[in-house]
Each structure stands twice: as structure tokens, then as C-alpha cells.
């Protein structure tokens, strides 16, 4: 189980798509480690046949209809977009050569590049991009992601074959970087008449590689390069058709499983291992471990702002400077994960770091803070008490796996007089408390490539209730100022004053300390040395189109 | 289950008693099916209360992992009927399992029947190899073990508790680890080859076969106390052939009501193993429905577990009342 789940969060998901692992205890989660050596020694080579085994598999391989970050991975290779984010955050051009926005941001045309054609004879053009943007909005597709991704989008019309007009309901600066994202992926026209259930196994784009048997529930995907491929985004490290000739994906659930099939020549990579596994692969000849940390929101716990114990942030301010996160993350993940510092992962496009001093460690201050917020009393048990009340947490557990970190921060709160009490309940109690907010603390992490996914946990809009349905403010934050900055931020002019309002928006969240963050996932492939140049795409899922085989 | 052959007594008329034990074969099926209806009612009826009774609305689950505007959410719970007052929905869909339409997975989003249909083959294979196994293994073992002297049998028995204790994930990871991670012999991915299917077959009938061992060496204990076995060794019958022939089938008669049980219990219970072998199959289709409160699947599984256990509990009740003739007679099955 990956710690980071892009552009979703980590709780409901674990309800939702939480594998067996969980079951068999053996769930390490979080993958790790720092990239290796082999990048680019030797000179590469074409052919071969990549074997990779990942840990989990869409419940629908169509991204326009499903949420998850399998699914982007898994169809990043087929399909292509109009534009190109880099890790910076940066846009390039792709299947669209260059673009206009509108005076007002309401209207984006888009020139796209010629002689592209799908892989099933279909030609690329403004009238497969329509297709393509309607059937993401269309009811039918019931979209979870992708539709509310361009929620701002009214509609698009054909200007003449290589051109497309784009109108949006309001200004959204977040546009371009949804169309990047597999998400809002280019797939065939003609796939798209056809029934959604169709699209879940099998979809055709013009992408470095097609899936011609499409993906095989609980088994996986085989790809085969796209030898016509020669329109990768100039942004890319490498252009023209792919140098591996297939990709075969399995899908192997249990972890200790796909680190023996590894290790024991059965695959070349693999995906999601734990800590504990990369640590001991990274001290084993003939492996490496290629990683790149997960853009968005760090592994965190969420305070609940809005009632409770956790509602007065001197409490908050008293938790995050009385428990030493960082050596705790040391502790519990060997090294291989980072101590977070922001609302944001360094990796974010638009991260700020001036907030990271905020997250020091200092516990007379904590203590001062506990004071002043009132908590003085003290019981048998050593816990802090105001008007003979204890000061208790309860902490509903995203899944099984958070185990080992919750512990660790236990026995720091205890130190601090804070009692948790941990919680570990099935899925439908879960959202249950999720949606009546009854707990003080929840954790989850929740990957994207941009600052937006600011708006997405912190939004006034995003709070879980009854009518809203599960939603991710699950600190239940609510800040005047804050929304004021998110309009702002959307009708921004440029990427350079985006960036400066959500540098506005984490310094004014650190204030509040309407989050906990304690670590950086990572996202991570492990392979035998002879594979060479394992990339990574925006959203930190892995990438192949670069990647050969010694041999 | 059983307990309904013991309701028809076979008619003890003399004359046509070849044509009478037709008869009661045929009223032991009928019986035996209209007993299965109601099983299979019974089935999908507590499914559907469990179901609703599990924490959580239907559509916050289904929604959980997403991020959808209020009209879609409105949508999706219109179109599952997810709004409609409870005996509605238990009407409709039990109007929908008579006709045999189970509809599309709210979560997988294509077809219940093609979902398992896909995947029924995988685990259908992997339990008839389960069950061979287990019989071959538990017999030889069984025979092997009925040894008059104490500590040989409370050896034998104590092995077995100790496979029954095992936790099944674990023993195939110690299987994979020793067999294909560090010996090489089998893969631990890519179960469609026979190969593949010798370690999660081994990790899955290791408890069965301890339990049914223990079962068959009772038996044939028991058996061997009964004074046909004295009149057969006083024709000089070989040790040997005594158990073989006479003593085993006296005890395989409650070894196949179990296995009968072990069978139907296996579809569901496969779960572990396909996960930890990376094999496609329905239990981890069950999981992922069960935890996804994807409804039309764990109906349809669930009925069709039963289905599989109710033919396999009537195939072991004929099969006792062909092997053992006392039944026939007097409408018992010992």
C-alpha cells in the first residue's frame, strides 16, 4: 500500500480499495529510498521485455472514470495529453503546440500538432479533443475525478481541424495542470461511443504504447510499443517511440511476495515496497532503487478544528511543537523517509519554504501553550486535565498500516500529558464518524502536482457532512481568509502569482496548524540493476517511456 | 442438511425393492432440492439484511475514494436506487436473482456474471486440486497412522493439530519462500501453468488434510473394533487388504460429509492464498466487493457459493447412500 495515493486521499481510499494486506499484517506501507546509481551508464539499447509487478490495480482502467492513482499510472503509457507538466510544475506543449488564454481566463485555444493518429487508425484532431473533453462531463461516464478536475469547463468547439476553442463557466488557473494529468488523457473517438463498462478494461490512445488485450482484472496489462510513436513532449527526456518493445504488468497484491519475486529474477521491477524492504534492497548488490518524492500533501494527521479538544489552537500549536515528528519519522522509517516541514512536500510545484522553522521541535513551549489553553490539572495517570477532564485524542485510523508511526507518536503524547486513543475501525464506521466529525485526529497523505490540492483539503467547500457526502477537509478548516485567497488564486494571471497566493495560503495554514504533516512519501520502483532510467511523471507515478534493459 | 434423509424412510416392500431404492434415490434428490431453495432464499435474504446492516450509507463507501459534484453523487444513488425504501429494493432484487440478472458492479463498473465468469475458472481448478489432494494425502496418511501403538498415532495427531494451527498466509509464504524465492522450483507469480498451481494447492489443503487424517484414523480405529473384522481375518485376509477394502469404507462415510463441507468452504476461503499467490480468483472479488459494499457482486458470490455448496452436499449424500447399503435399507445414513 502506497502512502501516497495521487489526488486522493488515503482514508476513504484504504476503505475502499484497501487490499488483503491489510489483512495479512504484513501491509508495509509507504515506499522509499532514495534513487541509486544506474541512470544512464552504458549506452542504451532497444528491445526487451520489462517485467514489473505493482501492488494494486484499478477497479476501472478508463482515467476519465476512475479516481486512482493505478489507473493513472497504467494508462499514462497509452495515452497522451495536450500539454506537458514537468516536475516543476512548468507547461509545455504536447498533442497542443502552443496555447491562448483569454484576457478574462475563460477562454483557452489550443493549436495542435498534426499527423498524430491513435493507435487504432483514428486521427487526432480538434473533433477527438471535443469527444474527448465531453465525455469526461458527460453524466454517463460517471466520472469520479476527472469531471470535477475541469469543473469549470462549459464546452469546447472545433475551429478548424488542428484548432480547438476551449470555454470555461469561470476562470480556473488550474486548468492546464488537469489537462496534463492521464486524467483528461486523449483516447479514440471511436472507444468512446462505445459503452463506459467497454473503456474499464480496455482503452486506445496515441500513446509510446498500447494495451492490445487491454487490463486483466487481478492479473494485470501486457503494453507493446507504439513504433509510429514520435510526438513525446520535447519537455520529455526522451523523444520517438520507446526503447523497451513490451511491458508486462503483473499485479501482486502482497508485499513480501513482490520483493521475493524480485529478488528472485521473477520480475525485473517492481512497485510499493515498505521501508523495511527498501532498506534491506538498498544494501543488496544488483538492485536499485529509483524514487522521486510525492508531490502534494505530506503523510499527516489532521486536527479537527472545528469542535473537540483540538478546536483551540494553542492545543494544536502545543501538539506540533510538544512531539518530536521528525526523529519519530527517523525512528519508524529507518532513514528512508524525510520529516515533513509544510502543509506541502518540498517536491510540490509552489511549495514555500520560509514555513519550516514553524515545525521545530520545542516542548517548553508546548507546555507553555497547554498552560495558557487552560489544560494545568494533572491525573493519576500523568495526563493533562481541565475541570477534571482528561486531555484525550481519539484517532481514527486511515488503515492497519499507520500502526508502528501511531505508536510512536502515543508514547510522545503521553510524554507531553496528551492521552490518543487509537482507533481502528471498519470502512462504514469510518466514513460514518468521518461525515459527523466525531474524532480529533484523522491521517492520510494526498498526492498532485500543484498547489491547488490546497483548496481540495483545506477548501471550506471540501468539508465531509451528511448532504456533501465523504469529502477531504477532514480538519474541517474554515478560514475567511483563506477562501478569499483560494478566488484569488484561481483567477490568477499568471503561475508566478498563483504561486505567490498559495505561498500566502501555507504560511497562514502553518499559523492555524490546521495540519499535522510528518512525512514526505515517496514514490519508488525497485529493480535489478540491468534496468536503466526509470523516470517519473508530474504526479510522482512511475514512467517507462525512457527506460531500457542491459539486457 | 443431513438430517432431511432421515425423513423419507425407503419403502420396505419386498417385492419391488430394486424399483423402491429407484424411488428413494429420486425423492432423496427431491427432497433434497426443495431443501436447497430454501437454503439458497435463505442465502441471499441474510446477505441482503448484512449488507444494509454493515455501518456506512451504500453510497458514501461507493463515493469514498472520489471527488464528485453533488449532482453526480444525486445521480449514482438514482440509478442503484440506492434511495428507495428498503423492502423495494429487497423486492427488486429478489425479482432480479429468480430471473438470474445481477446486473453491473457499482465499483468495477461491467457485468456481475462477466466478473465471475472470468474468474470462477481459476478458483474452481485450485479447489478440485485442494480436494484431490486432500483425499489422496488424508487416506495414504490415515492408513499409515492407525497404528495400534500410542505413540505413533498421538504423533500423527499432534502434527496435525499443529498444520490446523498455521496460519494459511504464512505457510505460503514460507512455501514461496523456500520453493520459488530460494530453491527456484515453481513460480510465485503467473499461477496459469500447472506449475504454478503446486504451492497454493499444497498451502490450502494442508489444513483440510489434517483435519480429515484425524476424522479417517478414528474411523478406521473404530472400525478395526467391529467384529466384521474378525470374522474377515479369520478367512485369513491380509492386513493390508482388510483396511483397504472393508475398514476404510466404514470410515470414509463422515470423512465425505466433511469433505463436502471442506469443498463449499473453499470458494470463499480460497481468499488468502489468491492474495498471497497473486492468483486471479473469486474470494479476492468477494474482499474487494465486501469492502467496497459492492452489492450485485457479493449477491451473486454469495449465491453462488451457495449453489456450489448445496450440489456438492447433495453429490455427497447420494455418493454415502451408493457406498453404504445401511442407509438404503433403513433410510439412515449411519
Not at chain 2, 457482486?297 to 451408493?322: C, E, G, P, S
Amino acid at each position: 500500500m502506497g502512502a501516497a495515493r495521487s489526488l486522493r486521499p488515503r482514508g476513504p481510499a484504504a476503505v475502499a480499495a484497501g487490499t488483503a494486506t491489510l489483512m495479512l499484517i504484513l501491509a508495509a506501507g509507504c515506499s522509499s529510498g532514495t534513487g541509486g546509481p544506474a541512470t544512464a551508464a552504458g549506452t542504451p539499447r532497444d528491445g526487451g521485455t520489462l517485467r514489473l509487478a505493482v501492488e494494486k490495480e484499478p477497479e476501472c482502467l478508463d482515467p476519465h472514470q476512475s479516481p486512482t492513482e493505478s489507473a493513472r499510472m497504467l494508462t499514462r503509457p497509452i495515452l497522451d495529453s495536450l500539454v506537458y507538466q514537468d516536475s516543476r510544475g512548468d507547461f509545455h506543449p504536447w498533442l497542443a503546440t502552443r496555447w491562448t488564454i483569454s484576457p478574462d481566463g475563460r477562454k483557452y485555444t489550443f493549436d495542435l500538432l498534426g499527423g498524430v493518429t491513435f493507435t487504432d487508425g483514428e486521427k487526432f484532431d480538434a473533433r477527438a479533443v471535443v469527444a474527448n473533453l465531453d465525455h469526461v462531463v458527460d453524466p454517463d461516464t460517471k466520472s469520479l475525478l476527472a469531471a470535477s478536475l475541469i469543473a469549470a469547463y462549459d464546452s469546447a468547439k472545433v475551429v478548424d481541424p488542428d484548432t480547438v476553442e476551449i470555454s470555461l463557466k469561470r476562470p480556473d488557473s488550474s486548468f492546464l495542470g488537469a489537462l496534463a494529468l492521464p486524467n483528461l488523457g486523449m483516447e479514440s473517438p471511436r472507444t468512446l461511443k462505445g459503452s463506459p463498462s467497454a473503456l474499464c478494461a480496455k482503452i486506445v490512445g496515441t500513446g509510446p504504447f498500447t494495451a492490445p488485450a487491454g487490463l486483466v482484472p487481478q492479473k494485470g496489462i501486457d503494453y507493446v510499443r507504439n513504433p509510429a510513436y514520435t510526438w513525446a513532449p520535447a519537455a520529455a527526456s526522451k523523444n520517438g517511440p520507446p526503447r523497451l518493445e513490451r511491458i508486462e504488468v503483473t499485479v501482486v497484491p502482497d508485499g513480501p511476495a513482490r520483493m521475493g519475486a524480485l529478488t528472485s529474477g521473477q520480475v525485473d521491477a517492481v512497485t510499493g515496497l515498505s521501508p523495511t524492504s527498501i532498506g534491506t534492497l538498498k544494501r543488496t548488490p544488483g538492485f536499485t532503487v529509483h524514487s522521486t518524492g510525492f508531490p502534494g500533501i505530506p503523510y499527516s494527521y489532521w486536527p479537527n478544528t472545528a469542535k473537540g479538544p483540538l478546536s483551540d489552537v494553542n492545543v494544536r500549536k502545543a501538539l506540533r511543537a510538544g512531539i518530536d515528528w521528525q526523529q519519530i519519522v527517523k525512528n519508524v522509517y529507518f532513514g528512508v523517509y524525510e520529516g515533513a516541514k509544510g502543509p506541502l512536500s518540498p517536491s510540490t510545484p509552489g511549495y514555500d519554504p520560509s514555513v519550516a522553522p514553524a515545525y521545530a521541535y520545542d516542548p517548553a513551549e508546548a507546555g507553555r501553550l497547554l498552560d495558557q489553553a487552560g489544560w494545568t490539572g494533572r491525573d493519576a495517570a500523568g495526563y493533562r486535565t481541565k475541570n477534571g477532564k482528561r486531555l484525550t485524542l481519539r484517532h481514527l485510523w486511515s488503515d492497519g498500516s499507520v500502526a508502528n508511526l501511531a505508536v510512536q507518536i502515543q508514547a510522545a503524547a503521553k510524554r507531553l500529558g496528551v492521552e490518543t486513543v487509537e482507533e481502528n475501525v471498519d470502512g462504514g464506521t469510518f466514513v460514518n464518524r468521518l461525515l459527523a466529525g466525531d474524532y480529533e485526529l484523522i491521517d492520510t497523505s494526498f498526492s498532485s502536482p500543484g498547489p491547488e490540492v490546497l483548496r481540495v483539503l483545506f477548501g471550506a467547500d471540501n468539508i465531509p457532512t451528511r448532504e456533501r457526502g465523504v469529502n477531504n477537509n477532514m480538519a474541517r478548516y474554515d478560514n475567511p481568509r483563506v477562501e478569499e485567497d483560494f478566488r484569488r488564486a484561481l483567477a490568477a494571471k499568471d503561475q508566478a502569482d498563483r504561486y505567490r497566493i498559495y505561498a500566502q495560503v501555507q504560511r497562514t495554514i502553518t499559523e492555524d496548524v490546521a495540519v499535522l504533516p510528518i512525512y514526505s512519501p515517496l514514490s519508488t520502483v525497485a529493480a535489478r540493476d540491468g534496468v536503466r532510467q526509470v523516470g517519473f511523471n508530474a504526479d510522482g507515478t512511475p514512467s517507462f517511456h525512457s527506460t531500457w534493459l542491459t539486457s | 442438511m443431513a438430517d432431511v434423509l432421515k425423513a423419507p424412510p425407503a419403502p420396505a416392500v419386498e417385492p419391488g425393492r430394486a424399483a423402491g431404492r429407484r424411488r428413494g434415490a429420486a425423492r432423496l434428490v427431491l427432497v433434497r432440492l426443495a431443501a436447497s431453495a430454501a437454503v439458497l432464499w435463505g442465502a441471499v435474504t441474510v446477505t441482503f439484511c448484512l449488507l444494509r446492516l454493515m455501518p456506512g450509507g451504500t453510497a458514501d463507501v461507493l463515493l469514498a475514494r472520489s471527488r464528485v459534484s453533488p449532482e453526480i453523487r444525486a445521480q449514482i444513488i438514482a440509478e442503484y436506487r440506492l434511495d428507495d425504501p428498503l423492502w423495494v429494493q429487497y423486492a427488486a432484487y429478489l425479482g432480479r436473482v429468480v430471473r438470474g440478472e445481477f446486473g453491473d458492479s457499482y465499483v468495477l463498473r461491467r457485468p456481475v456474471w462477466d466478473e465471475i465468469a472470468a474468474r470462477l475458472p481459476h478458483t474452481l481448478l485450485l479447489i478440485l486440486t485442494t480436494l484431490l489432494v486432500t483425499l489422496v494425502a488424508s487416506v495414504l496418511l490415515a492408513l499409515v497412522s492407525a497404528n495400534r501403538r500410542r505413540w505413533v498415532r498421538s504423533s500423527f495427531a499432534a502434527a496435525e493439530s499443529l498444520v490446523v494451527a498455521l496460519p494459511p498466509f504464512w505457510l505460503g509464504l514460507l512455501l514461496l519462500t523456500l520453493f520459488s524465492f530460494t530453491l527456484h522450483w515453481f513460480p510465485a507469480i503467473g499461477s496459469s501453468s500447472p506449475m504454478g498451481l503446486v504451492l497454493p494447492t499444497i498451502a490450502l489443503a494442508a489444513a483440510p488434510t489434517a483435519v480429515v487424517t484425524g476424522v479417517l484414523r478414528q474411523g478406521i480405529l473404530q472400525a478395526l473394533e467391529e467384529p466384521f473384522v474378525v470374522t474377515a481375518r479369520s478367512r485369513g485376509i491380509g492386513e493390508p487388504a482388510l483396511r483397504v477394502r472393508h475398514v476404510l469404507r466404514h470410515a470414509m462415510l463422515p470423512a465425505a460429509t466433511l469433505l463436502g463441507w471442506i469443498a463449499g468452504s473453499l470458494i470463499g476461503g480460497a481468499v488468502i492464498i489468491e492474495i498471497v499467490f497473486s492468483r486471479q480468483g473469486i474470494g479476492r472479488l468477494m474482499l474487494f466487493a465486501v469492502q467496497n459494499k459492492d452489492m450485485p457482486v457479493v449477491i451473486a458470490v454469495v449465491l453462488l457459493t451457495a449453489v456450489v455448496f448445496v450440489a456438492i452436499n447433495i453429490a455427497v449424500d447420494v455418493l454415502i447412500w451408493l457406498i453404504d447399503p445401511r442407509t438404503r435399507e433403513t433410510g439412515r445414513w449411519a
